[in-house]
C-alpha cells in the first residue's frame, strides 16, 4: 500500500491537568482553550498529544534547590533552567489530561521529562537535544510533513516542538487561540523567533481552509 506524503498533524502539547490547577504550574487562561482544540482535532487525519510525566525529584523543580523559590533562574545538566512549581508528577492527577478533553482522538501520546536530570520542553527532544522521542520517525512514518500545534504553554513547550519540527518540515503552523503562554516578555521572544524562522501563526477559524486546501492535493 502507497502511503501518502504531506499529511497534516495536530500536536496537542501538554493538555494536563498541572498546567492548569492553581496547586501546580497554571498556565493563564490555559481552560479556554479547550473547546478551541475539542473543535479542531476531528479535522486531522493524525492527532498526536504530549505529556509532561517527570520523577517526584526533577531537577527542574525548585524545591531540589534549598532557598529557592518558584520561576528562579538555576542550571541543570550545565544549561540555564527556569525552577519551576512541582508540577506533572508521574501517575498523579497533575500529570493526567485535563478530563475536558477529548483524548480520545489522540493517536498516539509521547511522555517527556522523565530523565530527572535534563529538562524537555520540546515533543521532539530533551533540552540538550540528545535523547529524540521518537515522535519525528512516528510521524515521517505516517507520511506527515505538515505540522500545526496548539496547547501549553506557548512561549515553552509549544516553541520548542515547533522550532525542532523544523527538522524535516517547513510548513508549520501554531494556532494562536489554541495556546496561552507563560509570560508576556517569552511570549514576544517567541513571536519573534517564529517570523525569523518562517513558522506561521494562525487563528483558529483559518484553520479548516488551510486544511482543505491540504487535503485536497491527498485525494
Not at 475539542?38 to 487525519?45: A, D, E, G, S, T
Not at 489522540?106 to 530523565?115: E, H, N, P
Amino acid at each position: 500500500m502507497k502511503i501518502r506524503k504531506n499529511i497534516p498533524v495536530l500536536l496537542v502539547v501538554d493538555m494536563q491537568n498541572g498546567f492548569v490547577e492553581e496547586s501546580e504550574l497554571p498556565v493563564s487562561g490555559g481552560r479556554e482553550i479547550i473547546p478551541v482544540i475539542n473543535r479542531l482535532m476531528p479535522l486531522f487525519p493524525v492527532v498526536v498529544a504530549s505529556q509532561d510525566w517527570h520523577p517526584p525529584d526533577h531537577g527542574s523543580f525548585y524545591t531540589r534547590y534549598p532557598g529557592a523559590v518558584p520561576y528562579d533562574l538555576g542550571s541543570l545538566g550545565g544549561k540555564p533552567q527556569v525552577l519551576w512549581p512541582v508540577h506533572c508528577v508521574q501517575g498523579t492527577r497533575g500529570a493526567a489530561f485535563i478530563p475536558e478533553i477529548k483524548s480520545e482522538y489522540f493517536q498516539a501520546i509521547i511522555r517527556k521529562g522523565m530523565d530527572p536530570e535534563v529538562d524537555s520542553y520540546s515533543v521532539f527532544y530533551d533540552n540538550h537535544h540528545q535523547n529524540p522521542s521518537g515522535l519525528k520517525g512516528y510521524l515521517l512514518e505516517r507520511g506527515v510533513k505538515v505540522v500545526f500545534l496548539a496547547g501549553l504553554a506557548f512561549d515553552y513547550c509549544v516553541r520548542y516542538s515547533a522550532l525542532d519540527a523544523l527538522e524535516f518540515t517547513s510548513e508549520i503552523y501554531v494556532i494562536e487561540d489554541a495556546t496561552r503562554g507563560v509570560a508576556s516578555s517569552s511570549m514576544a521572544e517567541t513571536k519573534k523567533e517564529f517570523e525569523e524562522k518562517g513558522i506561521r501563526l494562525i487563528r483558529a477559524r483559518e484553520v479548516e481552509s488551510i486544511m482543505a486546501g491540504i487535503m485536497s492535493h491527498l485525494r
